[in-house]
């Protein structure tokens, strides 16, 4: 742990290395050729995608592009690694494909034009599932070598490729025909576009029985990976928190894995189909556990041998082994495996350590709220404290190491991260209590929390920072503009600032999120956007504002962002703007340390000694 001195400075390259060293994300392998795997790494400053050979443990980077690389696939004979190439992180682009052990990119699939990404399900002999979005429509395409795209799906409606079974016959995709893409049904279609099956629970409102019913979303979808197999892996919430189901498609059947453990439950397959990987959150920590499918529901329920902590892309081996990515909030992230073993290891050193959180539950208006505390060791409050929001937001935070809270403690901050309705993690109606009144409902547990903090003794009431990313960089202006005495400083990264332009301007999935969200769109709910927007209260800002855009942001347009700074500069509010040239956050470690500096360097500035 760095030395924090009295006037708030560091060792710069202490914290700056936590996101300058090189990690490494979990591998994925193809199918049938497991020794062939791809992965992520920022090993050369910025994220980008590299190909793995076990056998020989040939490590090679594959792509080398400005603003990095986000998404990465390889197919299941691991004959191509796939990638999407979007320009300067607007998230807008097509597929590329590289031979494995090969020079030569090339257009993935050159009938489609660029798009924003809908998924996508890779086959064998080139066979591709691709899921696109342009204005208005999302569309499904199959996709084979030397023939022209065809279309098997294509609707108004937000939607996206879920997966596609091994023997390649059928395909199933998440859809929100009914009118809500927050609670996505699941449709199953043969390759030839012929609908083979709807699941529902026989409250489909009259639309064909095709999701279930009102606030119940489907997704997580996974085929067994046993050939001619039909069933599908499948996550719902008919019992009021994320669990999963696995349904024949064949037969019709469904049996719901119902496991007495208390949190949200995704699950994932073993190689042979006979067994599932359970992920079990709980209170911000991760555990993984293996269920056998054989009769009865919990007998065959066996937890795995995993630290306390967070897991990351947890994956089962064919010799059932499985790797994944592990952290604390106090420990970098590393790649191992149950059998005890680190996978993959990045070159150079690890990351310095940080600080473990601890937690507080507070009394909030809708229940009792989840916060997690990072805080200087040995420091006696009250302390000058940054309330960090996380995005989404149906986002949460968690137990995992983060550079960002880090950096604060090291220069001498308390760091609060609350998991306010509208976290995941906490069961589908915390999840969901804001909808209709956004923005306004978070910010009343954030308040909660902030008295509590004040009150316990941990906060300096005259040193509080309000900052995030996102969705948290939203609720920053927001909570700037409607308790302006609340806070010192505002800090808003990525943020929605004038929720109007912002609803013209952003990428197409997000209108439909958006209109799930406020219950319609501007036109239709104009008063709850005016409600919800941080614009409507920026007479009201008295603390000094930092807000940090990226240029080319699909999600956080930067002409709304432009309309909330000019008016902040014709109020004549203290307000500084910070620009990139990149999308939705970085994925080179230089622009992430020089963002992660300026907020400091702001709070350092603005808060009174």
């Known amino acids: 742990m760095a030395d924090v001195k009295m006037n708030g400075t560091v060792d710069d390259d202490h914290w700056k290395a936590r996101i300058r060293v090189a990690h490494v994300t979990v591998p994925r392998w193809a199918r049938d050729a497991p020794d062939r795997c791809v992965y992520r790494s920022n090993a050369t400053g910025t994220w980008e995608l590299y190909e793995w050979d076990r056998a020989s443990d040939t490590r090679r980077r594959l792509t080398d592009r400005p603003n990095g690389t986000a998404l990465g696939f390889i197919d299941p004979t691991g004959s191509f690694v796939w990638w999407f190439a979007d320009t300067d992180g607007d998230e807008s682009g097509v597929w590329m494909r590289r031979p494995f052990g090969g020079d030569h990119d090339e257009p993935a699939v050159p009938g489609l034009a660029p798009s924003y990404q809908a998924g996508l399900a890779l086959g064998t002999k080139g066979l591709a599932v691709i899921g696109t979005t342009v204005t208005g429509e999302t569309s499904v395409h199959i996709c084979r070598p030397d023939t022209e795209p065809r279309t098997l799906y294509s609707h108004p409606s937000d939607a996206h490729v879920g997966a596609l079974s091994t023997d390649e016959t059928l395909v199933a995709i998440g859809h929100s025909e009914h009118g809500d893409s927050r609670h996505k049904a699941v449709r199953v279609l043969s390759l030839?576009?012929?609908?083979?099956?709807d699941l529902w629970d026989g409250e489909g409102r009259g639309l064909g029985g095709i999701w279930d019913g009102p606030g119940k979303g489907l997704g997580g979808m996974a085929f067994s990976p046993v050939p001619g197999d039909t069933r599908l892996l499948v996550e719902h919430e008919r019992h009021g928190r994320p669990e999963p189901l696995i349904w024949d498609i064949s037969t019709g059947e469904e049996r719901e894995i119902r496991l007495d453990l208390p949190g949200e439950i995704g699950a994932a397959w073993y190689q042979d189909g006979t067994a599932l990987l359970i992920w079990h959150a709980h209170h911000a920590r991760d555990e993984l556990y293996r269920f056998e499918l054989g009769p009865g529901e919990t007998s065959g329920l066996t937890r795995l041998d995993t630290p306390k902590g967070v897991i990351r892309g947890a994956g089962t081996r064919p010799d059932g082994t499985v790797e994944f990515a592990w952290s604390s909030a106090a420990h970098p992230p590393v790649?191992?495996?149950?059998?005890?073993?680190?996978?993959?290891?990045?070159?150079?050193?690890?990351?310095?350590?940080?600080?473990?959180?601890?937690?507080?539950?507070?009394?909030?208006?809708?229940?009792?709220?989840?916060?997690?505390?990072?805080r200087p060791p040995a420091a006696a409050g009250p302390l000058p404290c940054v309330f960090e929001v996380h995005g989404g937001p149906i986002g949460y935070d968690d137990d995992a190491f983060d550079p960002v809270v880090a950096a604060w403690v090291d220069h001498g901050f308390a760091v609060v991260q609350v998991n306010y309705r509208g976290s995941t993690g906490y069961g589908s109606r915390w999840r969901d209590a804001i909808e209709g009144r956004p923005g306004?409902?978070?910010?009343?547990?954030?308040?909660?929390?902030?008295?509590?903090?004040?009150?316990?003794?941990?906060?300096?009431?005259?040193?509080?920072?309000?900052?995030?990313r996102s969705w948290g960089g939203y609720l920053t202006l927001l909570g700037l503009g409607t308790r302006p005495k609340n806070w010192a400083v505002g800090i808003s990264t990525m943020p929605v600032a004038d929720y109007f332009a912002a609803y013209e301007d952003e990428m197409e999935a997000l209108r439909a999120y958006d209109r799930s969200l406020f219950g319609g769109s501007p036109d239709e709910v104009p008063d709850r956007y005016r409600a919800s927007s941080p614009l409507t209260y920026a007479d009201q800002v008295?603390?000094?504002?930092?807000?940090?855009?990226?240029?080319?942001?699909?999600?956080?347009?930067i002409r709304q962002i432009d309309n909330y700074v000019n008016r902040l500069a014709e109020l004549g509010k203290q307000h500084e703007v910070y620009r990139y040239d990149a999308g939705h956050g970085s994925l080179v470690a230089d622009e992430r340390i020089q963002q992660i500096g300026a907020t400091i360097t702001f709070a350092h500035t603005h808060l009174p000694a």
């Not at 070159?347 to 909030?364: L, M, N, Q």
């Not at 008295?542 to 347009?557: F, H, Q, S, T």
Request: aromatic share 2%.
């Open 335 to 374: 790649v191992r495996s149950t059998a005890g073993k680190v996978v993959l290891a990045p070159p150079g050193p690890a990351a310095p350590p940080s600080v473990p959180v601890t937690d507080a539950w507070v009394e909030g208006p809708g229940g009792r709220i989840h916060a997690l505390i990072s």
């Open 542 to 557: 008295n603390a000094p504002v930092l807000v940090i855009a990226g240029e080319n942001d699909p999600r956080c347009p």
């Open 440 to 468: 306004l409902t978070e910010l009343e547990d954030i308040e909660a929390v902030r008295e509590w903090a004040v009150t316990s003794g941990l906060a300096d009431p005259g040193r509080l920072v309000l900052t995030g």
């Open 192 to 197: 030839d576009g012929e609908v083979v099956a």
